[in-house]
């Protein structure tokens, strides 16, 4: 298994409720609040364990929760979708989200940054899905040294990733770094 990549063999790692609390719904939602917001798009969504709580910020919409592990999709569908029918998980390639251009309001990635093998080429695929105006906001993990998380060698400053979206054609690119272990980068496809 490449050490970058999850392993979906743990995905009940995915489900632990302590990462609400290292990665607050709430906050993120002050730092990126949309006004009526229809789509969002959950890039690495995993077991959609993110998705369930952004649903309550959407006005009678929907989230993509996209993801390359056909087995996530699969615990998605069987496990989520049933009980969050607004939550439509697809499979994707690590660099294209198969849905058309300007649908989505959002798109989000939450500790997936690190796992990328080109992180360009996603940031400008999320480009691509996002309407003019659309937010884009990365959580990833801390470059510190710390006791949980992935090897310090493969994580990203937020000043990184700024750099990266910027490369992309986002703008007004703002970075916070208020969560113990993580790190987050918004900005917005002009």
């Known amino acids: 298994m490449n050490e970058k990549k999850f392993d979906p063999k743990k995905l009940h790692k995915l489900n632990n409720p302590q990462r609400l609390l290292d990665i607050p719904v709430e906050y993120i939602w002050s730092k990126i609040q949309r ?3 229809e789509v969002f798009v ?14 309550k910020y959407l006005k009678n919409g929907k989230i993509f929760a996209c993801d390359t592990s056909a087995i996530m999709i699969e615990w998605m569908t069987a496990n989520i979708c049933p009980q ?14 198969p849905l058309q251009e300007g649908i989505a309001d959002l798109v989000y990635m939450i500790n997936l940054h690190h796992e990328l093998d080109n992180p360009q080429s996603i940031l400008e695929e999320s480009y691509r899905i996002l309407k003019k105006n659309g937010a884009l906001f990365i959580v990833d993990w801390k470059k510190e040294e710390m006791s949980e ?11 990184q990733v ?12 703002q970075f916070f770094e208020d969560m113990p272990k993580h790190f987050l980068v918004v900005a917005e496809k002009g």
């Open 84 to 97: 969050y029918p607004d939550i439509v998980p697809l499979e994707m390639a690590e660099s294209v989200v």
């Open 35 to 37: 006004a009526t917001p």
């Open 162 to 173: 700024q750099a990266q979206l910027a490369k992309a054609a986002f703008e007004n690119g």
């Open 149 to 159: 998380g992935p090897p310090l060698h493969i994580r990203y400053s937020p000043q």
């Open 42 to 55: 959950d890039i690495g969504a995993g077991t959609g364990f993110f998705s369930v709580p952004f649903l």
